[in-house]
C-alpha cells in the first residue's frame, strides 16, 4: 500500500495567512448581509422535529487559527450538530486507533450514492466505502473507546466537546424525534454486523450514533470545531490539543471527498475546501492553517444542504483566499517577459 511505502518520509506543510482581523470582520458581515434574504430551499421534515425550525434563521462565523473569532447573525443560536458530527468522531476514531486500521474498517472513496444508502453497502460487500455516510458513520462509531455503549457515548460527547472548546449537550427532543424515524439506519446497522463490519450490538451502537447527531451547537461551536482541525488538533480558542496533526489530515482529506455527499465534487470544484453539513442546516468549512467557517440555516438544497450557509461560505472562500487549489503567478509578468 502507497502509505506504507511512505512511511518515513518527512511531512512539510504550506499555508498562508488570513488578512487581518479587521478585514475579515468585515467579510463576514458583508457575506451574511449579502444572502440574509434568500429564501431559495426547504427545511427538512422527515425528522419531524426538524420540521419546526425557523426558516428564517441565519448564523456566520469565522475562526481563524489564531484564535480570533468573528460572529455575524444567529452565529449563538442552537441546533443539532446531525451529520457534521461525522468528521468529529471519525477524527477521535482515527486517534484511537490509528491511520491504517480505520481506512480499512470504515474506506474513503465515495459512494456517488445518497447518504444512507443501503445499496452502496450492498454493492461493496459489506464495507462501508467511507465514514461521511451513514453506514461508515455507524461503523466509526462502534470504534470509538469504550467498553459498553454509555462509554462509547461518553467518548464522543468529551471529544466533540474539546472540540468546541465548551461542554456541548444532547438536545432530548431531537433524540426522541430521530429515534422514532430512524429504522434505515438501524437497518444499516444490522447490515454491517451480518457483514462481520461492525464491533457490538448493532442497534446499541445505532443509538449512540443518533445521540450523537443530536448534540447541540452552534455555528460559532462549527468554526471552532472546524479552526482546531485548521490549527494541527489544537483548539486554538482554549489551547488544548484534541487531536495530532497527522489526524487532522486524515480528516479534512475524507471530508473533501465526501463531506457534501453526491455534491461533494461539485462543491470542491467551485468552492475549494473541504466543507461537512447537516441536515439541521449547519455546514463548516475548514482551510488548512488559516482557519473555518461555520455557518447555519435551516432551509435546505435537494442535496441536504443548507443554502445560505453554502452561498456565505463561497462568498468567504473567494474573498478571505480559502481555496486550496487557487494560486497566483510567483512574479509579476510584464510585456517584455518575467519580471
Not at 502507497?2 to 512539510?12: N, Y
Not at 466509526?140 to 455503549?149: I, S, V
Amino acid at each position: 500500500m502507497i502509505p506504507t511505502a511512505l512511511r518515513g518520509v518527512p511531512q512539510e506543510v504550506s499555508t498562508g495567512v488570513l488578512p487581518g482581523w479587521d478585514r475579515v470582520e468585515q467579510l463576514v458581515q458583508e457575506a451574511h448581509d449579502r444572502y440574509r434574504d434568500d429564501d431559495s430551499g426547504t427545511v427538512a421534515d422527515y425528522i419531524p422535529v426538524l420540521g419546526a425550525a425557523d426558516p428564517t434563521l441565519f448564523g456566520l462565523a469565522v475562526v481563524d487559527a489564531a484564535g480570533g473569532v468573528h460572529d455575524a447573525g444567529d452565529a449563538l443560536h442552537l441546533f443539532s450538530i446531525q451529520s457534521i458530527s461525522k468528521m468529529f468522531v471519525y477524527a477521535l476514531a482515527i486517534q484511537a486507533h490509528g491511520h491504517e486500521r480505520v481506512r480499512d474498517i470504515v474506506g474513503v472513496n465515495n459512494t456517488g450514492l445518497a447518504f444512507n444508502s443501503v445499496m452502496a453497502l450492498e454493492l461493496n460487500g459489506g464495507h462501508p466505502m467511507n465514514p461521511m455516510v451513514n453506514a461508515g458513520a455507524i461503523a466509526t462509531t462502534a470504534l470509538m473507546p469504550g467498553e459498553t455503549p454509555a462509554e462509547k457515548w461518553e467518548c464522543i460527547r468529551e471529544g466533540l466537546s474539546a472540540f468546541a472548546g465548551r461542554s456541548l449537550i444532547m438536545d432530548g427532543e431531537v433524540y426522541r424525534s430521530e429515534m422514532q424515524t430512524n429504522e434505515r439506519n438501524q437497518a444499516l446497522g444490522r447490515l454491517l454486523s451480518s457483514y462481520e463490519r461492525l464491533e457490538g450490538d448493532s442497534d446499541a451502537i445505532v443509538d449512540v450514533y443518533t445521540r450523537q447527531c443530536a448534540l447541540n451547537v452552534t455555528a460559532h461551536d462549527l468554526a471552532v470545531m472546524g479552526a482546531t482541525l485548521a490549527d494541527g488538533g489544537v483548539n486554538p480558542v482554549t489551547g488544548e490539543r484534541v487531536v495530532s496533526a497527522e489526524v487532522c489530515r486524515d480528516t479534512l482529506a475524507v471530508v473533501a471527498a465526501s463531506g457534501l455527499y453526491e455534491r461533494s465534487g461539485e462543491w470542491l470544484f467551485e468552492i475549494g475546501i473541504p466543507a461537512k453539513s447537516g441536515v439541521a442546516g449547519g455546514i463548516v468549512a475548514v482551510s488548512p492553517g488559516k482557519g473555518a467557517a461555520g455557518a447555519f440555516s435551516p432551509r435546505l438544497d435537494s442535496a441536504g444542504n443548507s443554502v445560505r450557509s453554502q452561498l456565505a461560505i463561497g462568498y468567504l472562500s473567494r474573498a478571505l483566499g480559502l481555496n486550496l487549489f487557487a494560486s497566483a503567478p510567483r512574479v509579476a509578468v510584464t510585456a517584455e517577459g518575467r519580471s
